[in-house]
């Protein structure tokens, strides 16, 4: 068997990639920056979008500079964040730009959604998926009157969105469409009693599939400007986090998984669906993974907070790197303690002040400089991160031994030892970038040149290098 070629397109909340793999016979698997882009929300009468045709450019500019260098890929797959999706008329056009999660209209949502469709317990006693105001089932609900919804036939999520961009084929991928609350969690299908509530049935969605689909080939427009052929679209795991989890190098079940970035998400992997008063008290969400398992975990606002405050002191003239951000931290300390997860850090206009806001409301000193806001920030994560893990703990049927961060806060060796400081356990970092050998790996069993998620796994676990991170003085 020669040497397999595998776009994957990654697309996170602030900036997307298209990363080229190759798997050889022997198993050898190496990864390609092709092409790196920023996605950024966009202001439209007083609301925040997606600019959709911006990320198609952006997909078809990847799949052009494969084209330059000789590759024939055997797959292209497609991952973005949750919730999020496009409203398609009945002649296949999209209708008007996506919202964003972080749009003003979701503050709230889930309270109006309880008051008036349904209650909390029995939404999560069936999609076992934590209650965030963002959800998809939330922004369909504050949305039912607008015109991109009376006029949708279909509503299509992001990554599949993208997909249908580029074949013409529409499905719906099940852990994309967990993330939003829609999914019967044991059924492993779209609700229908949910739907219903919000006046829609299963003909307003794709097809559903389960990862390692292959959705069309590429159109032959499509294929001829780029310079390819009519290459198949694999419906990958379309939730990054999920082609992340996918991508762990572990080789048991004895982990937890912390996956860092604009968010954290920090869970275990599951065989079935765990939804009790424990996990609904904890707000601790079911989401679907590969083969059929399920990513139990809870999101935790992660370098969202720093990434808005380096915006911020941007905006101010004072520009830092990532690792002159790291070095002000760790010539800093932390003045206080912050609760990331707090609606004041959701999407502030000025994070720097919100911070200074949340310290005089609970009567903490307001950091001095930006090392101590970035300090403060950092420390306060990893103690969040310690709490949960211990949630997590008394929910796990297997040991938890160590803890894998992965996505590109993995890189970040001061937060890695503070995690490990205050969770009290090995802390393995890497792969930063899981979520793009996630996409490829599974693209990698579509093809039949990996069997399963098992061997997936070990194909990463053998290929890629991880650092260890052995707790010091546990925190309190």
Not at 158 to 164: C, E, T
Not at 167 to 177: L, Q
């Amino acid at each position: 068997m020669s040497t397999l070629y595998f776009v994957a397109f990654d697309l996170g909340a602030t900036s997307g990639r298209s990363i080229l793999g190759a798997l050889t016979a022997d198993g050898k698997l190496t990864t390609k920056e092709l092409t790196r882009f920023p996605n950024q929300m966009m202001p439209l009468n007083g609301h925040l979008h997606w600019n959709i045709y911006s990320l198609f450019e952006e997909l078809k500019r990847g799949l052009r500079e494969v084209a330059r260098l000789g590759i024939a890929p055997t797959s292209i797959g497609i991952d973005t964040w949750g919730v999020d999706y496009v409203c398609l008329a009945a002649d296949g056009s999209i209708i008007g730009l996506p919202y964003t999660y972080r749009d003003s209209q979701t503050i709230g949502a889930s309270d109006r959604f309880f008051n008036k469709v349904i209650s909390a317990t029995q939404l999560y006693g069936s999609t076992g998926i934590q209650h965030l105001d963002f959800n998809t089932v939330f922004q369909l609900n504050e949305h039912r009157n607008d015109f991109s919804h009376l006029n949708a036939a279909k509503f299509v999520f992001l990554p599949d969105a993208l997909a249908y961009m580029l074949t013409g084929n529409i499905v719906t991928e099940y852990t994309i469409a967990s993330t939003g609350a829609l999914i019967d969690a044991y059924k492993q299908d779209l609700d229908n009693r949910i739907l219903e509530k919000l006046g829609l049935d299963t003909s307003r969605f794709g097809k559903l599939v389960m990862p390692g689909l292959v959705v069309g080939n590429l159109k032959a427009e499509i294929a001829e400007e780029t310079g390819l052929e009519t290459v198949p679209v694999v419906a990958v795991a379309g939730h990054d986090t999920a082609s992340a989890v996918a991508a762990i190098p572990a080789l048991d079940r004895n982990f937890a998984y912390l996956s860092s970035g604009t968010w954290s998400l920090m869970g275990i992997e599951t065989d079935a669906p765990v939804i009790n008063e424990t996990t609904e008290r904890h707000n601790i969400t079911n989401e679907g993974g590969v083969e059929g398992t399920i990513r139990l975990l809870k999101n935790i606002t992660g370098m969202w907070i720093v990434e808005q405050c380096l915006k911020q002191w941007k905006s101010e003239g004072k520009d830092y790197s990532y690792p002159e951000m790291v070095a002000l931290a760790q010539c800093s300390k932390a003045v206080c303690t912050l609760d990331p997860d707090v609606p004041d850090f959701v999407a502030p206009a000025n994070m720097v002040a919100a911070i200074d806001e949340y310290c005089r409301a609970t009567e903490q000193a307001v950091p001095a400089t930006h090392g101590e806001y970035i300090r403060s920030v950092f420390e306060s994560l990893a103690r969040k991160y310690a709490k949960t893990l211990d949630v997590f703990r008394g929910l796990s049927e297997y040991p938890i031994e160590r803890l894998h961060v992965i996505g590109g806060g993995s890189r970040n060796a001061f937060l890695n030892q503070l995690t490990a400081d205050a969770c009290g356990i090995p802390v393995i970092a890497g792969p930063a970038e899981a979520t793009a050998l996630g996409n490829i790996m599974i693209q990698a069993i579509a093809s039949g040149s990996v069997k399963n998620l098992t061997e997936m796994r070990k194909v990463i676990a053998d290929n890629i290098e991880t650092e260890t991170y052995y707790p010091k003085n546990k925190q309190s």
